[in-house]
């Protein structure tokens, strides 16, 4: 927590994903919302939301990295599984991404900058704990820096 700047700091060591979970009310519906910005001293670094945690090889996350690419993942057993993958409403590092996942118990969606980017209509993960990311994938550190989180009910 860097109290100077108000934010939540996540530091991740190359080649590796760090997360912070939340704990929920068992098997209820949420909305989790988020902004998050990758340092520019880390451009190659992602920040993300996670839902359907079960372990930490088996959850689903969306993730934008400092080329403003927004990714959509399904981790199963350790491996990840790209679904979807484009840049089309997402900033680059140094500017802030407002990212966002709902779980109504049967599907999931992804939003980044409050767009629709990908919907998940038969998960393959029971319900879990959602949670936010660092993702440091390519031989270099992650830093992201996550302003604010909101958790609520969505509206049926």
Known sequence: ???????FRMQTP??????????????SAYHL?????????SPQGAGGVIA???????FYLLSIDGAGVATLQLWLDGEGYTLQ???????????ANRLAVEDDGDRLRFFANQVLVAE????QLPFGRPGIAAVA???SAAVVDYDWIAIYRPQS
């Open 1 to 7: 927590l860097l109290m100077d700047r108000g934010v």
């Open 14 to 27: 190359a080649n590796q994903i760090g997360w912070t979970l939340f704990d929920l009310v068992q098997n």
């Open 33 to 41: 919302e988020t902004s998050a910005t990758v340092d520019t001293v």
């Open 52 to 58: 359907r945690f079960d372990s930490p090889g088996n």
């Open 85 to 95: 993958s484009s840049a089309a409403i997402t900033n680059p590092a140094g500017q």
């Open 120 to 123: 998940v209509l038969e998960p």
């Open 137 to 139: 994938a390519d031989g």
